[in-house]
């Protein structure tokens, strides 16, 4: 299907965050661009300022201040925020932001929540997103919901970084076990997709991977696209937080079913990036974490 051609006024709440690539995707398409954040002064701010992007107050704790960034505009993308404001904090600012939009008379709103949400979950996390996703639905606003699976940027988590520095890619698996994962910017690509169809893909939930392979595999995959050797680990559950512990033991027992082949096929614009070309993507983070071996002498 073609994209709708007419430029859009897109606010992006919380565009200094881990999804703010939606930003230049944007950019890139024609759109005009209004990049809420709590602080424009700050030097991340000032950043999105100079690709010229207009920036505005609010705040996930305040609706009004989500309803003034909002007015006017054509679409609104806005993702959980559980990794800052944990599950009760996620639940009260995808509340506020779907009554944001909603006061603010925003045709879409672009949502992502989580693969797994569901309201009889064992995880908090999980029950959260579904309540949130419940609440866009009621406010009246046309909404599309992304569902990501487990994101590849994960690897990069604070409590990863110490193996990683050892020549180790952790794993929330077994290593042999297969784990979908995604690509945030295959995620904010569709994002982008969704805002420009926003006739078509009003209503829907959409499930979100972009590749599936064990940490064996993932670990070839770094090898092959940066030439960095890692030796794939199971993560101990011991060493972690409650929350993530959680997670990764859902992981193992329920985990994701996205048919990838079937996502690529509906949305072949996105690009969707194989493990190898993501790693690839991230060469510099890579090289600032793991060390290279040095060279055997022969």
Same mark, same amino acid.
């Given at each position: 299907? %073609?994209?709708?051609?007419?430029?859009?006024?897109?606010? !992006? &709440?919380?565009?200094?965050?881990?999804?703010? !690539?939606?930003?230049?995707?944007? @950019? +890139?398409?024609?759109?005009?661009?209004?990049?809420?954040?709590?602080?424009? /002064? /700050?030097?991340?701010?000032?950043?999105?300022?100079?690709?010229?992007?207009?920036?505005?107050?609010?705040?996930?704790?305040?609706?009004?201040?989500?309803?003034? &960034?909002?007015?006017?505009?054509?679409?609104?993308?806005?993702?959980?925020?559980? #990794? *800052?404001?944990?599950?009760?904090?996620? =639940?009260? #600012?995808?509340?506020?932001?779907?009554?944001?939009?909603?006061?603010?008379?925003?045709? #879409?709103?672009?949502?992502?929540?989580?693969?797994?949400?569901?309201?009889?979950?064992? =995880?908090?996390?999980?029950?959260?997103?579904?309540?949130?996703?419940?609440?866009?639905?009621?406010?009246?606003?046309?909404?599309?919901?992304?569902?990501?699976?487990?994101?590849?940027?994960?690897?990069?988590?604070?409590?990863?970084?110490? +193996?990683?520095?050892?020549?180790?890619?952790?794993?929330? !698996?077994?290593?042999?076990?297969? @784990?979908? *994962?995604?690509?945030?910017?295959?995620?904010?690509?569709?994002?982008?997709?969704?805002?420009?169809?926003?006739?078509?893909? +009003?209503?829907?939930?959409?499930?979100? +991977?972009?590749?599936?392979?064990?940490?064996?595999?993932?670990?070839?995959?770094?090898?092959?696209?940066?030439?960095?050797? $890692?030796?794939?680990?199971?993560?101990?559950?011991?060493? @972690? %937080? /409650?929350? %993530?512990?959680? @997670?990764?033991?859902?992981?193992?027992?329920?985990?994701?079913?996205?048919?990838? /082949?079937? $996502?690529?096929?509906?949305?072949?614009? !996105?690009?969707?990036?194989?493990?190898?070309?993501?790693?690839?993507?991230?060469?510099?983070?890579?090289?600032?974490?793991?060390?290279?071996?040095?060279?055997?002498?022969?």
């Amino acid at each position: 299907m %073609p994209t709708e051609a007419r430029p859009k006024t897109v606010v !992006v &709440a919380g565009a200094t965050g881990r999804l703010g !690539v939606i930003v230049e995707i944007l @950019l +890139a398409r024609g759109h005009s661009v209004r990049a809420m954040t709590r602080d424009p /002064s /700050s030097p991340a701010a000032a950043l999105l300022g100079g690709l010229g992007v207009d920036l505005v107050f609010g705040d996930f704790e305040d609706p009004a201040s989500i309803e003034t &960034a909002a007015a006017g505009a054509d679409a609104l993308f806005a993702t959980g925020t559980v #990794h *800052q404001a944990g599950p009760d904090g996620e =639940l009260r #600012h995808g509340r506020n932001v779907a009554d944001g939009a909603a006061a603010a008379g925003v045709a #879409h709103l672009v949502y992502s929540s989580g693969d797994g949400a569901a309201h009889d979950s064992p =995880l908090p996390l999980f029950r959260v997103k579904a309540r949130v996703e419940e609440h866009i639905r009621s406010v009246g606003v046309g909404y599309t919901i992304l569902a990501p699976v487990y994101f590849m940027e994960n690897l990069f988590n604070p409590w990863n970084v110490p +193996a990683l520095s050892r020549g180790i890619l952790p794993s929330p !698996v077994p290593v042999d076990m297969p @784990l979908q *994962q995604v690509a945030i910017a295959d995620l904010a690509a569709l994002a982008a997709l969704a805002i420009e169809r926003g006739d078509e893909l +009003a209503g829907q939930r959409i499930r979100v +991977a972009s590749d599936e392979l064990t940490a064996e595999q993932a670990a070839a995959a770094v090898a092959s696209a940066v030439g960095l050797d $890692l030796e794939a680990q199971r993560i101990a559950p011991e060493e @972690l %937080p /409650s929350g %993530p512990r959680a @997670l990764f033991d859902w992981l193992e027992r329920v985990g994701h079913d996205v048919d990838i /082949s079937a $996502l690529r096929r509906r949305y072949p614009e !996105v690009g969707w990036r194989r493990y190898a070309d993501w790693a690839r993507s991230k060469r510099s983070r890579f090289g600032q974490l793991v060390p290279r071996r040095p060279a055997v002498a022969s």
